[in-house]
């Protein structure tokens, strides 16, 4: 489960956030349709650690209880995967039994997100701008992911089966 998309999911379908986000931080995250411009969000986030608390201070609530939801829908599940740069950051840890840190270069993620078509000067605003912390004492398996995307699923799938 892709934590981002959760938060696109949330943005999409809650007016009361979207009224919220353009009290916070204007129209010119919005198109002229209403619609919320997400790269206009991010150059405003990720350039401003204060503008960045105060969208982390508004979703990370939001994020956790529709994790939650998620979690108690797929109960019957083996195992479910949360992607989540923000894992610690929004206690998601605490939902977790393992965690699985996946750790690359600076320059892997620039070509990941290359992949995801940002452009250069999102992908170095994204680096720099999301302050990601991490608690190493909490992670429980470590993969160090400068090789193929193959590569890293059979890292994965063998942590998997030792779980």
Request: glycine share 4%.
């Amino acid at each position: 489960m892709d934590v981002d998309k959760v938060a696109k999911n949330i943005y999409s379908k809650n007016p009361v956030i979207l009224n919220e986000l353009r009290k916070i931080f204007g129209d010119g995250v919005f198109n002229s349709d209403g619609d919320l411009i997400y790269k206009s969000l991010a150059e405003k986030v990720f350039s401003s650690k204060t503008e960045l608390e105060k969208l982390n201070k508004l979703m990370f609530p939001l994020i956790g209880s529709e994790l939650k939801n998620i979690l108690n829908e797929n109960r019957d599940k083996n195992y479910i995967i949360i992607e989540a740069a923000i894992l610690f950051d929004c206690k998601l840890d605490l939902m977790c039994d393992y965690i699985i840190l996946v750790d690359t270069s600076d320059e892997r993620r620039e070509i990941f997100l290359k992949n995801k078509n940002f452009l250069d000067d999102d992908i170095e605003l994204r680096i720099e701008g999301q302050h990601i912390k991490i608690n190493r004492k909490k992670v429980n398996f470590i993969i160090n992911n400068n090789n193929s995307k193959e590569s890293l699923l059979k890292k994965v799938e063998k942590i998997l089966k030792n779980i």
